[in-house]
C-alpha cells in the first residue's frame, strides 16, 4: 500500500460521507483510508458502518471508547497505517481527485521534501466564498508567523512522521499539534512544501468569528517557543511568542476587524 489517509471524526454525521467519497474518488487509488471515531455523540458511527459497506476493506474503522482529542487519534491511525506515504484529511473538507497523484508525484521528484500541502478553496453551505495559499517552499522564518501548511492537506513521508514520533499528545500541544509538528520536523533537518494549485476544499463558515479560548493561545505562546528554541531562533523570535498572548487580550470585534483585514491581504488559515 502507497499511501495511508488519516481521518479524524468527532461528531461529523452530517459531511463525513462526502470526505470520505472525496478519498474513493481520487484518479490515485494506491491508497488506504483510516477512520478513527474519536467518541462522538451523534450518528457518526452509523455513518461510517454505511461508507465501511460502500467502500470495502480499504476503508479501515477504529474508534476510541471516549473523545481523546486529535492528536491520539492521529497517532492510532498512524499505529494502524502500512503505507509508504501518509496524508491527512478532515471529516467536514473535500479532496479535488488530483490531489493524492499531484503529491505523491512531487515527493517522488523532489527527495529534499519530506511532506507537501497544497492550496485550498474555502467553503461553507453557500458554495466557495475564498483561498487559502501558503508559500511554495516555507523557510523555517516563515514559521514565526504561522504555520505555513493547511494541515488536512499534507502528505508525509512516513519515515520523516515516524521519526518525529507522530503528534505530540501533551496537554500544551492541544489546537496546536499540526504547529508544533511542523517545527519540530524542521529542527530535524526536514522541510516542507506546498504545491500551488487548489486542490482541497476546507470548510470554514464565512460568519464564523475567530473565536479561541485563552488557553489555546496560551498553547501557541508554549509551541513557539520551543519551536523556535530548537530551530535556534528563539531570541530574535520573541516578539512572535508573544504575538497570540497579546492578540488574545484584545476586544473581540476589533480581532475580527483585524481578521477580516489580515485575509483580505492575505492568504492562510491560522486566526489572529
Known amino acids: 500500500m502507497k499511501v495511508s489517509v488519516l481521518m479524524g471524526v468527532y461528531n461529523g454525521a452530517d459531511t463525513v460521507e462526502r470526505a470520505i467519497s472525496s478519498i474513493f474518488q481520487q484518479t490515485f487509488q494506491d491508497f488506504e483510508c483510516i477512520v478513527c471515531d474519536d467518541g462522538s455523540t451523534d450518528d457518526s458511527s452509523a455513518v461510517l458502518c454505511a461508507c465501511q459497506q460502500k467502500y470495502g476493506p480499504r476503508l479501515v474503522l477504529l474508534e476510541n471508547e471516549h473523545n481523546r482529542g ?28 488530483e490531489r493524492l497523484e ?20 474555502k467553503f461553507d453551505e453557500t458554495g466557495v466564498y475564498g483561498e487559502f495559499c501558503y508559500p511554495a517552499f516555507p523557510s523555517v522564518k516563515d514559521l514565526r508567523w504561522n504555520a505555513c501548511f493547511i494541515h488536512p492537506t499534507v502528505l508525509f513521508r512516513r519515515e520523516a512522521l515516524e521519526a518525529a514520533r507522530g503528534y505530540d499528545e501533551g496537554e500544551s500541544r492541544v489546537r496546536c499539534e499540526d504547529y508544533d509538528l511542523w517545527l ?44 523556535f528554541r530548537a530551530n535556534k531562533m528563539l531570541l ?26 489580515w485575509q483580505k491581504n492575505e492568504s492562510g488559515t491560522s486566526c489572529i
Open 70 to 97: 486529535l492528536a491520539p487519534t492521529l497517532n492510532r491511525c498512524l499505529a494502524a497505517a502500512t503505507g509508504a506515504y501518509i496524508a491527512r484529511m478532515d471529516a467536514d473538507d473535500v479532496s479535488a481527485p
Open 102 to 121: 499531484r503529491q505523491v508525484a512531487f515527493l517522488q521528484t523532489h527527495e529534499d521534501v519530506s511532506f507537501v500541502g497544497c492550496c485550498a478553496e
Open 184 to 227: 519540530r520536523l524542521y529542527a530535524m533537518g526536514h522541510h516542507g512544501a506546498n504545491l500551488q494549485e487548489k486542490l482541497f476544499f476546507y470548510y470554514e463558515g464565512s460568519g464564523n468569528l475567530c473565536k479561541r479560548k485563552y488557553r489555546y493561545r496560551v498553547n501557541e505562546a508554549v509551541v513557539r517557543a520551543a519551536g
Open 236 to 261: 530574535r523570535s520573541l516578539p512572535y511568542v508573544v504575538k497570540p498572548l497579546l492578540v488574545g487580550l484584545l476586544p473581540v470585534k476589533l480581532r475580527n476587524r483585524l481578521q477580516k483585514m
